[in-house]
């Protein structure tokens, strides 16, 4: 009875182990896709991206910004349908000369190298700043402005992100950066109404 007691009791230390050793190893929440990503969410601040613009020429490129700016940003990669489906839409958004909207910057962002991603540009007819972030390493926070494309990010003259949808959500982006320039404009004039 000792020896069957001995072994029962050996098993499930054995089983204990084994679910130790589970929940130590067993993957993450992000592995798994159902927890959130790690990354610049609305409302967190990001100073600036560092990234490359003409054919490699290392560059950081502040968010924060005179006040009343606005700088959205458009994530884009040369691989994905989805891009191509927005691309000419957005074409249109990079064609308003800087002088009609001076307090909205507009810069592609993308995962791409810097030639591939003039390239892309060029195929669409946008005139936009580039900036390629092809070297940035996945784990650093600024790389999720990049996992999702196509993607567009609207951050105020602080840098912090007020707003971010889906690049097809061209008319949310538009009223988002409506209301960070309201509120803006009224302290300029001389307060709200």
């Known amino acids: 009875?000792?020896?069957?007691?001995?072994?029962?009791?050996f098993l499930l230390v054995l089983v204990v182990i084994a679910q130790v050793v589970h929940v130590v190893v067993r993957p993450g929440p992000a592995a798994d896709g159902v927890a959130q990503e790690r990354g610049v969410r609305v409302g967190d601040t990001l100073g600036a991206l560092t990234g490359y613009v003409d054919d490699g020429v290392l560059a950081i490129v502040p968010l924060e910004a005179d006040p009343g700016t606005v700088t959205v940003l458009y994530a884009f990669n040369s691989d994905c349908v989805f891009c191509d489906d927005v691309a000419p839409e957005w074409a249109s958004h990079f064609a308003i000369p800087p002088a009609a909207s001076p307090s909205i910057r507009?810069?592609?962002?993308?995962?791409?190298?810097?030639?591939?991603?003039?390239?892309?540009?060029?195929?669409?007819?946008?005139?936009?700043?580039?900036l390629s972030v092809a070297q940035l390493a996945q784990a650093e926070r600024e790389s999720s402005l990049v996992s999702k494309t196509p993607w567009v990010f609207v951050f105020d003259s602080d840098g912090v992100l007020r707003f971010q949808d889906h690049g097809a959500e061209l008319q949310r982006m538009e009223e988002a950066i409506a209301a960070i320039r309201t509120p803006a404009a009224a302290q300029m004039s001389g307060g709200a109404r």
């Open 1 to 9: 009875m000792k020896r069957y007691q001995d072994v029962v009791l």
């Open 106 to 130: 507009r810069i592609a962002v993308t995962r791409d190298l810097p030639g591939l991603a003039a390239s892309y540009a060029k195929r669409f007819g946008w005139q936009v700043n580039l």
